[in-house]
């Protein structure tokens, strides 16, 4: 995934939400673009490298584009607004560089990770600044609110990750636990990209709350989705394997749903599941019961819910509708 | 050393700035701690504990008892002194349990780390979760002038990081190389603390500037003493082994004083210091080059300037004394 061409780091799926947004989106995801490739080159030549990578390795800035899109019109000073976009994709990367210490992954979106390229050390450290430049950026340009938003996602973040850790090859977790996790592990930081574009835009606090439980929502259903993904297999997509996550020991939705309707899948040990090839076979078995319809069903209820938490605002048409859009992409991920 | 006690957390040797300081002292601090043990406790068990004990194993408290020093007399309303106090010192754990990462170390003072008891992944979340923190609890009272000091503070602390990756076994670095890496890696912290003080008093500008300088002297002056003390030999205090930073790649003052001197020692490949017997015996050949002495007079020159940075400000006497005893305690550390 390139970022040039006139809407850098937004995958075509994406151009029709921004074409119901307005001319501003693009040009203010090119300004994001920019800012966080000079963030990465003012840290010397080794920063600028991996972070670089990363950074570009991040995707489709879906968090970025939250934060404009729940921002509304294009305001007259768009400083606060980047500023609020770029920190969040920040956080988000440093949380990748960090992932992938801790998964020793060796490819992220078919590049090599900096824990591939530069080790444990490297990779810690990145994440850090990462992190760092985040509350920095936000810090230069935004308000007290603005931080509290983002301090309290980043700090659901790495609960989230410790949470995991600690519910890790438990196949017998709770459903809620599942989603408990997936909200602080994802849903959190699309719940504060959207709070901070209202923040930025001048909204009143309901405002600010009602797209927060929109991207709250929209996070939540985006990480089932992820979960239904990497069972149904997806590779060419996610760019990694069938299963991995069996293999890691995370426990996601299609198996808990699985194990309610199969029992020889809820007797299963997954500290068995120790080849990619066993790890196929358990992702046929799960899909065979009908678990991935039903978590996809279950998420796509979800999207519903975040489309209602905006009924009660006072929206511009075209901005309802990029909301909508971009709700809808979270779903069409699978095709 | 443990925490317990009239004054939690300050080793005896601090007793004296306390004293001079004045008895809200010790009460904000003993109030610092008990925040400090909230919000380990705050994010469930597992968190509780390692968090706990990397925030208990943090040592005497130095950097919060510099942002409350820095601010001077007590406060009517401490809650924004003693989130500033609490937001430094989570920084510095998390960078204390991201550090064990690196090192792989086993023991902080005394204790297991994080990452001896729960592996990597759980001590890079769990730093993770200490910065959020740090930012979360600055941003609930704090101003976004304050977010500003200690984002740019631990911008640094990881951009130094990544220097000290980056110059790893270079013998011949230069030394002021070596002292830009102390900046960040230390100073930039000790500075942030100071001008979180002043900002949570309601001082001006150059007022908060002064008392920046004075801090990142003393932080400056603190890491080059740590180096000499790594070289001389104060398992005890440090609770390292004599010459780990030799064995480690770390390049630092002394070693790089003790290259101009004895030309046998600056043909050595630090490569070829691969046991702890190795480490001592060099450590004991630039010890006999008089670069530790010399190392040390550089960082009690230092101190000087540190304490020159408060002259033109106008300070209660005891809010001086205080001010330079902290920068004298500093020197103490060897003693």
């Known amino acids: 995934m390139t970022n040039a061409g006139p809407m850098p780091g937004v995958a075509a799926s994406v151009a029709a939400i921004v074409r119901a947004a307005g ?3 693009p040009l203010l995801l090119a300004s994001v673009e920019l800012r966080l490739a000079e963030i990465a080159q003012t840290h010397g030549p080794l920063l600028g490298r991996h972070a670089g990578d ?14 404009l ?7 007259d000073d768009p400083r606060e607004l980047l500023a609020c976009a770029a920190a969040v994709e920040l956080v988000h990367s440093a949380t990748l560089v960090h992932d992938d210490v801790l998964d020793s992954a060796a490819l992220r979106r078919g590049l090599p990770t900096v824990w591939a390229q530069g080790g444990r050390e490297l990779a810690v450290a990145t994440g850090d600044l990462l992190f760092s430049r985040a509350f920095a950026e936000l810090a230069a340009v935004g308000t007290i609110k603005s931080v509290r938003a983002l301090s309290r996602a980043s700090s659901a973040l790495a609960e ?20 408990y996790r997936c909200e602080l592990k994802t849903a959190r930081l699309f719940e504060a990209a959207c709070e901070l574009g209202a923040i930025a835009a001048g909204e009143h606090e ?52 699985a194990r309610r309707r199969d029992e020889a899948i809820a007797a299963i040990d997954l500290h068995e599941i120790a080849t990619p090839q066993q790890a196929i076979q358990l992702c046929e078995r799960i899909e065979a019961t009908g678990a991935l319809a039903d978590a996809r069903a279950q998420a796509l209820a979800i999207v519903v819910e975040a489309k209602e938490a905006l009924a009660a605002l006072e929206l511009e048409d075209r901005q309802r509708l990029a909301l ?12």
């Open 54 to 67: 990363t950074i570009a390795a991040g995707g489709k800035r879906l968090r970025p584009l939250l934060v």
């Open 23 to 25: 001319e501003h989106v």
């Open 324 to 335: 909508d859009l971009v709700a809808d992409s979270v779903v069409d991920r699978r095709a």
């Open 69 to 75: 899109l729940a921002a509304g019109r294009e305001p």
């Open 160 to 179: 989230g990750e410790l949470l995991q850790r600690e519910d890790a090859w438990i196949a017998a977790v709770a459903v809620e636990r599942y989603l």
């Open 206 to 257: 309901a405002h600010v709350a009602a797209l927060g439980a929109f991207g709250l929502r929209l996070g939540l259903a985006f990480q089932l989705l992820d979960d239904v993904l990497d069972v149904s297999g997806a590779a060419q997509q996610t760019g990694k394997h069938r299963g991995t996550d069996l293999l890691d020991g995370t426990v996601t939705l299609p198996l808990i749903l």
